[in-house]
């Protein structure tokens, strides 16, 4: 078939192609372990001069099957699945930073994304500078330092729900010579493919929307295969350089477009180990197989919610980039025109207190952890998921101390309204 697939028929029939009676179904291949009938072919895959399964630490094919779908839903070269979400930002930035290293942040980002960067990067010696993603070009481009090797954002942010100008950054970021990290958590590559806006790699927590059912946490990191790494080879050592652990291999030299993932998996994987279980690649496989049907039905619930939110007394203020009241209305219709996502932000007239109490008279709505996935569900950021920050870096991560996130999921959107309506304070 010559047609290149849509997102859509690459949701249900990418990754897996079975050859004359293998499986239709993706299998779990739960082995750790693979058989070779000859010490030396053994040898060639631990030197990578040899493709193929060793170990499932680094990889499976289970998981490399999942890994090869979402990189084709991205536009992108490679992908690899990690066992979280924050291993997958934690992975894509170490691949090419070390102690003494700098990058520079959107400060609206997820608060577990924010600690990880501020303080345990800081005790391996890579220090992050925080920015507000609205500043100017000027502004933006003078955190940077000779030695940033990154610029990371989130398409929209948890749990601000403010939209990343993608192009803005990838511009600042191209032109101090590094690439650009996106989250697309929230967006998905049905709603916003970030390579297509200059972004050079994309992370996910495939937790949220990807498996969609609350079922399996997970992580991938997907090379656009776009950046140019030889280009700026003083800055990026571990690529353009020989490699000792692999007898002097270099990366950007043996791999080309496919050396950052490469890297990843050979380097990092066989070092830190976290990979995804084949169980939760198979079910984030199954996730992913009506990604395409259940985004479009989040953003239209979400938009008809938040309408009905704002037109309530008791309510605040609403942030969802789908009201023409956001500021983030104009970048939500150029990056993500079919809807953004199912997420959002609000504050309630009153005290933290009514907040919570609101949250506690929910029925069929959830207060949970997570978020993204097919049921509706309610979390206070400042009490749980962000706890652990000040009240200072709650303003800066753009987490108002009175922000309500309210994920809402594919049910009858009058029952999620209904619901809403009898637990606002009277």
């Known amino acids: 078939m010559d047609r290149k697939l849509s997102r859509e028929s690459l949701c249900?029939?990418?990754?897996?192609?079975?050859?004359?009676?293998?499986?239709?179904?993706?299998?779990?291949?739960?082995?750790?372990?693979?058989?070779?009938?000859?010490?030396?072919?053994?040898?060639?895959?631990?030197?990578?001069?040899?493709?193929?399964?060793?170990?499932?630490?680094?990889?499976?094919?289970?998981?490399?099957?999942?890994?090869?779908?979402?990189?084709?839903?991205?536009?992108?070269?490679?992908g690899m699945l990690t066992?979280?979400?924050?291993?997958?930002?934690?992975?894509?930035?170490?691949?090419?930073?070390?102690a003494g290293d700098h990058i520079v942040c959107s400060s609206t980002i997820y608060g577990g994304t924010f600690n990880l960067f501020g303080v345990t990067l800081k005790k391996h010696g890579v220090e992050v500078t925080f920015v507000d993603p609205d500043a100017d070009e000027e502004t933006l481009s003078a955190a940077f330092r000779p030695n940033t090797k990154a610029m990371f954002g989130e398409t929209m942010s948890n749990p601000g729900m403010n939209v990343l100008d993608i192009e803005k950054f990838a511009k600042v970021a191209h032109a101090h010579g590094v690439p650009l990290i996106v989250d697309n958590t929230f967006a998905t590559p049905i709603n916003c493919r970030p390579f297509e806006w200059g972004a050079d790699i994309v992370t996910h927590s495939t937790t949220k929307y990807m498996d969609g059912h609350a079922t399996a946490v997970?992580?991938?990191i997907v090379d656009s295969g776009n950046f140019d790494w030889d280009a700026h080879a003083e800055k990026f050592p571990g690529l353009t350089t020989p490699d000792d652990s692999y007898h002097g291999l270099t990366y950007s030299k043996a791999?080309?477009?496919?050396?950052?993932?490469?890297k990843a998996t050979a380097q990092l994987m066989r070092d830190l180990g976290s990979i995804q279980s084949p169980m939760n690649a198979f079910l984030l496989n199954i996730g992913l197989e009506?990604?395409?049907?259940?985004?479009?039905?989040?953003?239209?619930?979400?938009?008809?919610?938040?309408?009905?939110?704002?037109?309530?007394?008791?309510?605040?203020?609403?942030?969802?980039?789908?009201?023409?009241?956001?500021?983030?209305?104009?970048?939500?219709?150029?990056?993500?025109?079919?809807?953004?996502?199912?997420?959002?932000?609000?504050?309630?007239?009153?005290?933290?207190?009514?907040?919570?109490?609101?949250?506690?008279?929910?029925?069929?709505?959830?207060?949970?952890?997570?978020?993204?996935?097919?049921r509706t569900c309610v979390l206070h950021p400042a009490s749980h998921t962000h706890r652990q920050l000040s009240d200072e870096q709650l303003i800066q991560a753009g987490v108002a101390p009175d922000l309500i996130r309210l994920s809402v999921g594919i049910e009858n959107p009058d029952d999620i309204i209904a619901d809403l309506s009898q637990a606002f304070p009277r």
């Open 12 to 78: 249900v029939q990418g990754g897996w192609q079975p050859k004359n009676g293998e499986p239709r179904v993706l299998p779990i291949i739960q082995s750790t372990t693979f058989k070779y009938d000859s010490s030396e072919q053994m040898a060639r895959l631990f030197d990578l001069e040899e493709s193929g399964y060793f170990y499932t630490r680094l990889q499976n094919p289970t998981n490399d099957a999942v890994a090869a779908k979402i990189a084709a839903l991205e536009g992108g070269v490679a």
């Open 83 to 98: 066992s979280s979400g924050q291993a997958a930002n934690f992975y894509a930035v170490m691949n090419i930073a070390e």
């Open 218 to 220: 997970g992580g991938a």
């Open 255 to 262: 791999f080309g477009k496919g050396a950052y993932i490469t």
């Open 290 to 374: 009506t990604l395409h049907l259940r985004m479009p039905r989040h953003c239209s619930n979400a938009q008809k919610v938040a309408e009905w939110l704002e037109a309530q007394p008791q309510v605040a203020w609403v942030n969802y980039p789908g009201l023409k009241s956001s500021k983030y209305y104009e970048l939500a219709k150029k990056y993500a025109p079919n809807g953004t996502c199912g997420v959002i932000a609000f504050g309630l007239k009153g005290s933290r207190k009514d907040a919570e109490e609101f949250m506690d008279r929910l029925k069929m709505i959830a207060i949970v952890t997570h978020v993204a996935d097919a």
